[in-house]
């Protein structure tokens, strides 16, 4: 007698259940453009999730099937929580952990992409999210004005669109090297128009002055590199690739057509005003480090805490007037993960943090290379790895979302293959 019932709740359940690749995909085409909007579907999406139970069945396959690396983020997260109680500004404590919400969208996009034809929509829909945002950038170069308000260091000079100067190499670093990887694994005509997007957003990214993303791209196409073939080679071969390579650098170089010249100068002529004890004509960031690194020895066994950081490097400036904090007495962050968890919760916030990344370069045990979209997971683990030098990676807006949903989908399309390999073989 209570058949209909039960029917009729699962059909519910189901017609729940439809729209969250469709809102996953969206966001993936809208995230470049807007924040809010993005946060609106990631919401709903994740509202629906939880209401039908999709993501406590993501979250329970991502547990049973990468237990090392889902262990070493929740301990992460909760020294997160653990630190308020010895932090000196719980008010900032709770504005970091408020920022953390964006990693519970992983069992969701797992789960809502464990199909290939699901990641193959996510593929083009962020594709074509981020291939509109270049053109906006190069329409911005021209002195062609935002539809909005631009975010920091986005200007004409440095035409970093919607994203900002700080998260612009980052992301477009991962989407060109997702390019590069998914052109590879296409057949003749069809990997020259990735492969063509790839080359833009590289030329964009070198274009807007920001050093990060500078290395976070070279730092990619090395890997993309030595993934793709150059591990298979013989020595002498690799030998030749690289003095061509850093020749035609060099020659760049002297010719004053490297882009990014500027930028590069100015980090050495920098570094070279802080090794003489100068911060007046170091950059600022020299001073934010070096309070960080001060702020851990005032407290070298726990550190200062979860959003004891700004108070510890207002001391710290106090102690040493010749600092410079960009105008600001307490600033938000060191402009480096690994410095700023040291600061943090002292050597085992730092050791915590060099075990995620290690867990998660690793967790698709490298053989996601061999599988269209599974190299996102060593490519999103590499980029926040190389950012987090000079930005808190983890805990940026684009970058934390953006690295949740590839290495979701990185996953997502490791299991896959690998189950499907299992099934074949049984």
Request: aromatic share 14%.
């Amino acid at each position: 007698m209570h058949q209909p019932t039960i029917n009729s709740a699962s059909s519910i359940k189901k017609s729940l259940i439809l729209p969250i690749p469709y809102l996953l995909c969206l966001t993936g085409f809208v995230l470049p453009f807007s924040i809010a909007a993005s946060n609106v579907l990631l919401g709903m999406a994740l509202l629906l999730s939880i209401v039908t139970a999709h993501w406590w069945l993501g979250a329970r396959s991502l547990w049973q099937q990468h237990r090392s690396l889902i262990t070493v983020w929740l301990v992460y997260m909760a020294l997160l929580v653990l630190g308020m109680a010895w932090s000196s500004d719980m008010a900032r404590g709770l504005v970091i952990l408020s920022k953390q919400w964006s990693w519970l969208i992983l069992p969701v996009f797992f789960i809502a992409f464990s199909q290939n034809i699901w990641r193959e929509r996510l593929f083009y829909s962020v594709s074509a999210g981020l291939t509109l945002h270049l053109f906006l950038c190069v329409a911005q170069s021209q002195g062609v004005p935002l539809p909005v308000a631009a975010p920091g260091g986005s200007s004409a000079d440095d035409p970093s669109g919607l994203i900002g100067h700080i998260g612009f190499g980052l992301i477009y670093g991962m989407w060109a090297a997702w390019l590069i990887h998914y052109g590879w694994l296409q057949q003749h005509w069809r990997r020259y128009l990735p492969w063509a997007l790839a080359v833009f957003a590289i030329i964009m990214i070198f274009t807007v002055q920001g050093r990060s993303g500078y290395l976070v791209t070279l730092a990619l196409l090395a890997l993309l590199i030595w993934k793709l073939g150059i591990q298979s080679i013989s020595l002498r071969i690799r030998l030749i690739i690289s003095i061509v390579a850093i020749t035609i650098l060099a020659a760049a170089w002297i010719s004053n057509v490297f882009p990014g010249k500027d930028r590069i100068t100015e980090t050495m002529q920098s570094v070279e005003a802080f090794s003489q004890g100068d911060f007046q004509h170091a950059e600022v960031r020299w001073s934010i480090w070096y309070a960080a690194w001060e702020s851990w020895k005032q407290a070298p066994v726990l550190g200062v805490g979860t959003g004891g950081f700004p108070l510890a490097a207002h001391q710290v400036q106090l102690q040493h007037p010749s600092l410079v904090y960009e105008g600001v007495a307490y600033p938000a962050h060191p402009h480096n993960m690994y410095l700023m968890d040291l600061a943090r919760w002292g050597p085992v916030g730092l050791i915590l943090l060099l075990l995620l990344f290690w867990f998660w370069f690793h967790t698709d045990r490298n053989r996601g290379w061999a599988y269209q979209h599974g190299c996102l997971v060593s490519i999103s683990a590499m980029a926040l790895f190389v950012h987090g030098f000079s930005a808190p990676s983890l805990e940026e807006y684009y970058g934390s979302i953006y690295a949740a949903i590839y290495l979701a989908v990185g996953l997502a399309a490791y299991q896959s293959n690998v189950s499907g390999s299992a099934n074949n073989a049984a």
